[in-house]
């Protein structure tokens, strides 16, 4: 090396030896990110048994307590309004669906490690407004601002991980940040088991304010780790980027594998900017929809590909459980606990989550996606199917909740932790960090959509569905099962740079038969002695720099 620049990067033409074998320094390092899931799970979650609590419906409403002897009418009476219920819900939503697109441009400004630091400051803003809040505006303002922190975690931390992590566990690891959503979700059902009763501020202000040591724990280990290779790559930092590589990869800078898989990556980025160059700012956004349709490996198939792919993963229906689940236990009548039930429910979403770190990488992303979906309808159409025939049998209620708890396991097993993979592998250097930005704004967009519609199709003072919007939800997962059929590709055990060879090549019911067959180092130039091109190394170096 020389000065700020590197004097030459070995390359390789084995398609095996474009990464370093996998170290537990690796893994761990890597894994540490998935921690962003907790609170993103949580701060999802927690609002759930917040809008039950008997003292945040008084506080809210205005409403007086139901007496001890309450009729069920009475009772059911005692809840949120339907568009109280949906402003209070979806506004996070809506803030994280800006947060998402803003920080697509902010990752490739200042790096993903300072965007996801940035947004635990701007989500700790938040929860600071909505603990102090006494009434709607506060909470709906806090909501609102600590979407924006959501919105940056949630986009980038895939990013950063899938970026940083080995190509041969790069699946389990963002499953963690699924693993990690599902923790968050548990923690807030217990914590509001705990404050269900309290008959002070103390009900919500608890839920909400624990949110923030999680925020201060990510980006104080966050601010320890190093920043992604891949974005010094883009930056034309090339030497800053084989440091990064040889402390994620536990090899000395200088070994064959810290400079293959730089040399793999340095000439993936030249080839990419070759085929879609780069230009002004509003440009670089246009490129992320460049290419025809008919074309799997277009930046428009890919851009189409993530964002409905997060679209999917909302049309399950598995937040209508962990959003409403407790309000829409309670409104069935049936159940004496509604909170020890949701409880319940979160508490098999953990538990089934980690099954997906084997599988993901055994079978793959496609597979796990397909039969996912089949499960899920089936469970979906199945509790629609008794609750609607027999809507006050308590036999069958008790039925329900157990086919509702294997669909959270189907989900939480398959299209939890698959849909967050695939965004994180499907986008070129050049527009990953808009793209993987674009597809969580898509996962946010719906869950506000969501979010709003669901209390007017299942309160009982609008459309009052019951177990009937289960119809909904197993249709919905119908489409879910079509579409992961015919335009998932598989993404297994392949490098970044791998994916885009292998978008080029097939189309998605034949991309699993698909294996590497040469390296872009040597597709785009090496020298005699083994080294990449320089006219390559210095076109990246000079391009990042003026980006």
């Known amino acids: 090396m020389a000065g700020d620049k590197l004097a030459e990067v070995a390359a390789t033409t084995d398609v095996e030896r474009v990464e370093a074998p996998v170290t537990w320094k690796a893994y761990l390092m890597c894994a540490f990110a998935a921690f962003g899931g907790i609170f993103f799970g949580y701060d999802s979650g927690y609002i759930n048994g917040v809008k039950a609590a008997p003292f945040f419906i008084h506080q809210q409403t205005g409403f007086p307590y139901p007496p001890e002897n309450a009729t069920d009418a009475e009772s059911s009476a005692f809840a949120l309004e339907a568009w109280r219920d949906s402003l209070i819900t979806s506004i996070l939503s809506a803030g994280t669906f800006f947060g998402a697109i803003i920080a697509g441009d902010l990752a490739d400004f200042i790096g993903r490690r300072f965007t996801i630091i940035a947004g635990c400051g701007i989500f700790l803003i938040g929860v600071i407004l909505q603990t102090a809040s006494a009434g709607l505006g506060l909470i709906v303002a806090g909501r609102l601002v600590a979407g924006f922190g959501v919105g940056f975690v949630s986009a980038i931390i895939i990013l950063y991980m899938s970026e940083c992590a080995p190509r041969k566990i790069r699946g389990a690891i963002v499953s963690g940040y699924q693993f990690a959503i599902t923790i968050g979700l548990l923690l807030a059902a217990c914590v509001n088991y705990g404050t269900q009763d309290r008959t002070d501020t103390g009900s919500y202000r608890i839920p909400i304010a624990i949110q923030m040591l ?52 340095v000439a993936n980025h030249e080839y990419e900017l ?197 119809f909904l939800w197993g249709s919905l997962c119908t489409a879910c099962f079509v579409y992961a059929y015919l335009l998932v590709p598989e993404t297994k055990g392949l490098s970044l740079e791998q994916v885009d060879k292998m978008l080029e090549e097939t189309t998605p019911r034949t991309s699993a038969k698909w294996v590497p067959h040469t390296t872009f180092a040597a597709q785009l130039g090496m020298t005699e002695k083994g080294t990449l091109a320089p006219e390559i190394v210095e076109d990246v170096e000079r391009k990042g720099s003026v980006a």
């Open 214 to 265: 999680w925020a201060l724990i990510l980006a104080g280990g966050i601010a320890w780790l190093p920043e992604s290779p891949r974005w010094y790559v883009k930056r034309g930092k090339l030497d800053n980027a084989a440091k990064v590589l040889a402390r994620l990869r536990g090899q000395p800078i200088d070994s064959d594998y810290v400079q293959y898989e730089l040399s793999e990556i």
């Open 274 to 470: 070759q085929v879609v160059p780069q230009g002004s700012y509003f440009s670089s956004w246009a490129n992320c929809f460049k290419g025809g349709l008919s074309k799997p490996s277009s930046n428009l198939r890919r851009t189409i590909l993530g964002t409905s792919m997060q679209m999917m993963q909302q049309w399950t229906g598995i937040n209508f459980i962990f959003y409403f689940g407790t309000a829409f236990f309670d409104q069935l009548g049936t159940i004496p606990n509604p909170f020890l039930i949701s409880l319940v429910t979160t508490l098999v979403n953990v538990c089934s989550t980690p099954i997906s770190f084997y599988t993901i990488e055994r079978f793959g992303r496609r597979p796990l996606l397909i039969w996912g979906a089949l499960g899920m309808l089936i469970c979906e159409f199945l509790v629609a199917i008794m609750g609607t025939a027999r809507p006050d049998d308590n036999n069958i209620a008790k039925a329900n909740i157990a086919f509702i708890c294997i669909y959270i396991f189907f989900f939480a097993s398959t299209w939890g932790p698959g849909a967050w993979v695939v965004i994180g592998e499907i986008f070129p250097l050049p527009i990953r960090s808009r793209g993987v930005a674009l597809s969580t704004a898509s996962n946010w967009l719906w869950n506000c959509i969501i979010t709003v519609i669901t209390p007017y199709l299942v309160n009982a003072d609008k459309a009052n569905l019951r177990s009937k919007v289960f």
